[in-house]
C-alpha cells in the first residue's frame, strides 16, 4: 500500500488579510472597535463596553464621553442578531445614568428601541429594550415620545413573556407611562387591565409590587374602575388582602382598593360580598402600622361621597376608627383624624362620635409632638364642630380650647387655618366665647393676618369677625393693631379673601373706637371703590359701609347728603360739604389747620359746656354704648304716649346742664371727643338746645313741636325771608365775618345769625336730635337741604289698623313751621331753585 500524500496547510489569497488577535485594556479602543464593519469584532466590542458600564457610573459617563452612544445606538438595528443583542445590553446598562439618558433623547433612539419589542426577537433583547424604555420613562419628553410611538401595546403583550426579567421590566415602564392621564387610558382601550392582573400571582413580589402600583394610578379613572370590576379584579384584590403570605403587598393592594371604592355602586358591590368588612378588619386588627393607616386612608377615600358616607355609617365605621386614636404611632393617629374629618359631614356621624366618647382623645393629640398629627387633630376638630354645639361644648369640656390658642400662636399654616376654624365654631356660643378671649387670643389672630396662605387667610378673618361680636373682642383686636391688615386685606384679588375682610370689617365697625380708626385708615374709601364694581361687591361690603357711615355721621352726610332720624347728631359732628363717591371726607383736624380762603366754611356742632373736659366725657360713656340704643332712646322720646311727668324730668335736667350735657356725651362718637377739643364751646347752640328744651319739649302735639322748632330755628338764623327779601339776606359776607372772627375756617352753627337752606336744615336736625324729636336731614344743589318729618294723619278708619304716615317737608324759609306734603308743589318747589 503506497504511502499517502500529507496535505499542504492553505496559504491566503493575496486578497485576504490574515487572523489577527488584538488584547487591549483602553476603552477608547473599545469605542473605535464599534465602527468595525465584522460582526464579531462589534460583538465582541459591544460586550466589553457592556462591561466596563456595569462597574460604574463614572465608566458609563467616561463611555459617553469617548462618542459610544451613537454607534451603539446604530448598532441596535444592525442585521446580525448577536451584534443587536450585545448593543442593546451595553445601552441598557448605561441608560441607568441620566447624563446618558439625556444624550439619548438627543440621538431619538426610542423608535429604534420599540421597533425591537416584536415577538420575533430575542429575548435578551426584549430585557434590555423594555430595560432602556423604563429608564427613559422617567423622563416627561421621553414618556411623551413613547407614548406617542405607540409603545404601550408591545410592552402589555411582553407581560406574557415568559422571562420574568422582561415581564418586571415591561411593568415598571408601563408604571412610569402612567403616571400621565394618556397612558392610563389608553392601557384600557389596549385591553390592559387583564395582563396586568395575571401579574398578581407572579411568584417574584417586584412584579407583584409594580403591578399594583400601576393600578393604583389607572384606576383613578372612572371608566377604567368599570373596566377593572367586569374583569373581576375587586375579586382578586380580596383574596390578595385576604392571604397573609400577601401581607408585604397589602399596602399598595388597599389603595387599588380605596379608588375603585369611590364609586357608590362599586362600594355596594363590595359590600355584599363582605368586602367592606374585609377592609374594617384592617383598621381594627393589631398589624403593620403602615398598613393600618393605608387602610384608614383607602376609608377617608371612599368617606368622599354623601352616599359612601352613609353606608359606612351603617357598618359603624365610627367605632373602628375610634379604636385607631389609642395606637401609639403617629401616622396611624394622623390617618385616622383626616378619616374622622371627612366622615363628619355626615351630621349622624359627627354625634355618634361624641356618643363615643372621641372628642377628649382627640383634643388631646393637639398636644402632640408630631405636626403632622396635631394639624390632623385639628381638622377632624374643625369638622366635628362645624354646625354643631354639642360637640364645640365636648371640646371646651376637653380644655380644647386652651389647646388651639396655642396653636394659632406656635403652629404651621395649616394648624393655624383649622384651630382658627375650631374657635370659630366655638366662639358662636357666647360663654364660649368669653372663656376664649379671656386667653389673649384676638392678639394671636393679628399675625397670621399677614400671612399669604388663602385658607390660612379665611379661617383668621372668620375667626376675628366671630369672636368680634363682643364689645371686649373688638377692643382687643383694635389694641392689639389688627385694623390695619384688615383694611389692607380689602384689596385682596382673592374674592373669598374680600368678602370674609368685609364681613370682619363690618363687625368690627360696631365699636365706634374702632369705626374711627377706620375711617382715618381710609376704609371707606376702600369700601367705596368695592362696591363701586359689579365683580367685587359683595353683601358685607355694603353692610360695612354702612355702618361705618352710621359711626361717623359727618362722613355719611358729606358723601350721602343724608341723615335719617335715627342718625342723631353729637357734638363734634361737622360738614365739610359735599364729597364725591370714592374721595376721601376731609379730616376736621386737617380742616382746622388751613388758613382762611374763599371756600365755603366748614360747620360745626359743639354744644359743649365749657367746664366738661373732654376726658370727661369719655369716662361718661358707656362701653355697650351704640348709635342704635341713641337712636332708640330717641325713638322712645317720639312717643305719642309721653307722659308729662317725663316732660317735668327734662325740665329739671335743664337746670342740671353739666349732668345733662354729661348724658348728651355718653352719644359721644370717640373720634367726636377729639374733634371737640379743636372746636369752642359754642355757647349760643347750648342756649338754643336749653330754649328747645324748655318751650317745645312740654307741647303735646306733634305737629305743634315741629312748628315751634322751626320757628325757633328761622329766628335764630334771620327770620322768614320771601323770595324777594332772599336776594338782600347776605348770608354768604355774614359767614365771611364770621370766618375772620373765628380765624378759621371752621364755624360753630350757633354763632351763624344769617342762614340759608343748609344752615336751617342743619340746625334744625341738631336740635330736634337733642330733645328726641325725630326728622331726616336731606342735601340738595346749589345750598339746598330740607328736614322730612313723618306724620301719621288722624285715627286709623278700620280699628285694630295703623294708619301709614306721610312724609312732610318743613319749611324754615318762607313760612316757617308750614308742613309741606314731600310730594306737593310747595315741597318740590321749596327743594329746588
Request: aromatic fraction near 4%; hydrophobic fraction near 40%; charged fraction near 25%.
Amino acid at each position: 500500500m503506497g504511502k499517502k500524500a500529507k496535505k499542504e496547510p492553505e496559504t491566503p489569497t493575496k486578497d485576504e488579510f490574515d487572523p489577527l488577535s488584538i488584547e487591549s485594556k483602553r476603552a477608547d479602543t473599545a469605542v473605535l472597535m464599534l465602527s468595525s464593519p465584522e460582526e464579531g469584532v462589534l460583538a465582541k466590542a459591544c460586550e466589553a463596553i457592556r462591561k466596563f458600564a456595569e462597574k460604574g457610573d463614572e465608566n458609563r459617563i467616561t463611555l459617553m464621553g469617548l462618542g459610544a452612544l451613537e454607534p451603539l445606538s446604530r448598532l441596535i438595528s444592525h442585521d446580525d442578531k448577536s451584534v443587536r443583542k450585545n448593543a442593546f445590553m451595553a445601552l441598557g446598562i448605561m441608560a441607568h445614568n441620566g447624563d446618558v439618558k439625556k444624550m439619548l433623547k438627543k440621538l431619538d433612539v426610542i423608535p429604534s428601541i420599540i421597533a425591537r419589542l416584536s415577538p420575533e426577537e430575542d429575548v435578551v433583547i426584549h430585557e434590555f429594550a423594555t430595560q432602556c424604555l423604563a429608564s427613559l420613562a422617567l423622563d416627561f419628553a421621553c414618556k411623551v415620545q413613547i407614548f406617542d410611538s405607540e409603545a404601550l401595546g408591545p410592552l402589555i403583550h411582553l407581560l406574557s413573556s415568559s422571562d420574568p426579567d422582561v415581564v418586571k421590566n415591561s411593568v415598571e415602564c408601563i408604571y412610569n407611562l402612567v403616571q400621565d392621564l394618556p397612558s392610563r387610558l389608553a392601557v384600557r382601550e389596549l385591553n390592559g387591565i387583564p395582563q396586568l392582573l395575571g401579574q398578581l400571582h407572579s411568584e417574584f413580589p417586584v412584579i407583584q409590587e409594580l403591578t399594583l402600583r400601576t393600578l393604583g394610578h389607572i384606576t383613578t379613572d372612572k371608566e377604567t374602575r368599570l373596566a377593572f370590576r367586569e374583569e373581576q379584579g375587586l375579586e382578586k384584590l380580596l383574596e390578595v388582602l385576604t392571604k397573609k403570605e400577601y401581607n408585604d403587598l397589602h399596602v399598595e393592594a388597599l389603595q387599588v382598593v380605596s379608588n375603585c371604592l369611590e364609586d357608590v355602586d362599586t362600594l355596594q358591590y363590595v359590600r355584599e360580598r363582605a368586602g367592606l368588612q374585609t377592609l374594617l378588619t384592617f383598621v381594627t386588627t393589631p398589624t403593620l402600622p403602615e398598613v393600618q393607616s393605608n387602610a384608614v386612608k383607602a376609608i377617608t377615600k371612599v368617606a368622599q361621597s354623601y352616599e359612601n358616607r352613609k353606608i359606612l355609617h351603617e357598618q359603624d365605621v365610627e367605632k373602628s376608627l375610634m379604636a385607631l386614636l389609642d395606637v401609639e404611632n403617629n401616622r396611624v393617629r394622623s390617618a385616622t383624624c383626616q378619616a374622622v374629618a371627612v366622615m363628619s359631614k355626615h351630621l349622624a356621624s359627627k354625634d355618634t362620635f361624641r356618643h363615643l366618647g372621641g372628642i377628649k382623645p382627640i383634643v388631646q393629640l393637639l398636644s402632640s409632638e408630631s405636626t403632622e398629627v396635631r394639624e390632623s387633630a385639628a381638622h377632624a376638630l374643625s369638622s366635628l364642630t362645624s354646625g354643631n354645639q354639642l360637640n364645640a361644648q365636648a371640646v371646651f369640656e376637653a380644655e380644647g380650647d386652651e389647646a388651639l390658642v396655642q396653636q394659632v400662636q406656635d403652629g404651621g399654616a395649616r394648624e393655624v387655618a383649622y384651630a382658627a376654624s375650631v374657635l370659630t365654631n366655638m366662639a358662636a356660643q357666647e360663654a364660649l366665647r368669653r372663656n376664649i378671649l379671656s386667653q389673649g387670643v384676638m392678639q394671636t389672630l393679628v399675625g397670621p393676618l399677614q400671612f399669604k396662605d388663602t385658607h390660612l387667610l379665611v379661617s383668621i378673618i372668620q375667626a376675628v369677625a366671630t369672636l368680634a361680636s363682643d364689645a371686649e373682642g373688638r377692643t382687643e383686636f383694635r389694641t392689639a393693631g389688627g385694623l390695619p391688615h384688615l383694611v389692607k386685606l380689602l384689596h385682596s384679588y382673592n374674592t373669598e379673601v374680600r368678602r370674609n375682610a368685609c364681613w370682619a370689617l363690618s363687625v368690627c365697625a360696631n365699636d365706634e373706637t374702632a369705626a374711627s380708626e377706620l375711617s382715618k385708615l381710609g376704609a371707606l374709601e376702600v369700601l367705596q371703590e368695592i362696591n363701586s364694581s359689579t365683580n367685587r361687591r359683595n353683601r358685607f361690603s355694603d353692610i360695612a359701609l354702612q355702618r361705618l357711615l352710621d359711626n361717623n355721621l359727618s362722613a355719611k352726610y358729606s358723601l350721602t347728603g343724608h341723615l335719617s332720624a335715627t342718625d342723631v347728631i353729637a357734638d363734634g359732628f361737622y360738614d365739610p360739604g359735599q364729597t364725591r363717591a370714592g374721595q376721601k371726607v376731609p379730616d376736621l383736624v386737617d380742616l382746622s389747620k388751613q388758613v382762611i380762603s374763599q371756600r365755603r366754611p366748614v360747620i360745626a356742632v359743639n354744644g359743649k359746656p365749657q367746664d366738661l373736659s373732654i376726658h370727661g366725657l369719655a369716662e361718661a360713656r358707656q362701653p355697650d354704648s351704640t348709635s342704635e340704643s341713641r337712636a332708640a332712646s330717641a325713638q322712645s322720646n317720639r312717643s305719642n304716649s309721653r307722659a308729662p311727668s317725663k316732660a317735668k324730668q327734662r325740665d329739671e335736667d335743664v337746670s342740671k346742664p353739666q349732668q345733662r350735657h354729661g348724658d348728651e356725651c355718653q352719644g359721644l362718637l370717640p373720634w367726636d371727643s377729639q374733634l371737640c377739643s379743636l372746636l369752642p364751646w359754642d355757647s349760643q347752640l347750648c342756649s338754643l338746645i336749653t330754649e328747645a328744651t324748655k318751650s317745645i319739649l312740654p307741647l303735646e302735639e306733634e305737629r305743634d313741636q315741629l312748628r315751634a322748632l322751626a320757628v325757633l330755628v328761622s329766628n335764630a338764623m334771620g327770620g322768614a325771608l320771601s323770595a324777594e327779601q332772599q336776594h338782600d339776606f347776605l348770608w354768604e359776607l355774614h359767614l365771611s365775618e364770621l370766618k375772620h372772627e373765628e380765624q378759621s375756617n371752621i364755624i360753630p352753627i350757633g354763632q351763624i345769625k344769617k342762614g340759608t337752606y343748609i344752615h336751617r336744615a342743619l340746625l334744625y336736625k341738631v336740635l330736634a336730635d337733642r330733645i328726641g324729636v325725630g326728622c331726616s336731614l336731606v342735601r340738595g344743589d346749589y345750598n339746598r337741604a330740607w328736614n322730612e318729618v313723618l306724620i301719621t294723619e288722624g285715627p286709623p278708619k278700620t280699628p285694630g289698623c295703623y294708619c301709614q304716615p306721610c312724609v312732610y317737608v318743613v319749611d324754615l324759609i318762607h313760612s316757617p313751621g308750614e308742613l309741606m306734603k314731600s310730594n306737593s308743589p310747595a315741597a318740590i318747589k321749596y327743594q329746588r331753585i
